[in-house]
């Protein structure tokens, strides 16, 4: 099966190929032995939320300070 990069290094998957694995939007893209590896991946809303939070130093007992502080101004 051939697939053909455009001249904006576009390639369009055969749907006999993506039908074959879990649907995705996104793909892991790895280079193995000089080949191209595509690894469907599942973009969680939640796990760039979680990625901000370990950036600001903001934890699970900061959250939960945090919750304690709103609920005791209310």
Not at 15 to 44: C, H, M, N
Not at 50 to 74: C, P, Y
Request: glycine letters at 4%; charged letters at 30%.
């Amino acid at each position: 099966m051939l697939a053909k990069m455009t001249s904006k290094n576009q390639i369009t998957l055969p749907k006999s190929v993506l039908a074959q694995v879990p649907a995705a939007d996104y793909f892991d893209v790895v280079i193995e032995d000089g080949r191209i590896v595509l690894t469907p991946v599942r973009i969680r809303k939640a796990d760039g939320v979680r990625e901000k939070l370990a950036r600001l130093g903001i934890n699970e007992s900061d959250i939960a300070d945090a919750v304690n502080w709103a609920r005791d101004k209310a």
